[in-house]
């Protein structure tokens, strides 16, 4: 499930954070695998910033769910 380059980052909101786990683990295997054989400088920057806009998302949920779990503590009179 390679992001395309026309599908737009936005789309990653909508995708279950397993589904962006997948799509983070094939982006690096991706540029591991240009790594070895080559690639444009191109095809290197794309696969970068898809790399990190992936993370970013997954980071961003995981403040969400830190944030949503913290409770106020009660108050004592």
Sequence with gaps: MLL???????????????????LLAEHTSNYTKMQSTGASEEEYARCILTIKAIQTEIDVRKKVTTQSNITTPPEFS
Excluded at 5 to 16: A, F, G, H, K
């Design 4 to 22: 395309s380059t026309n599908q737009p980052m936005q789309e990653l909101r909508i995708l279950e954070t397993s589904q962006l786990v997948d």
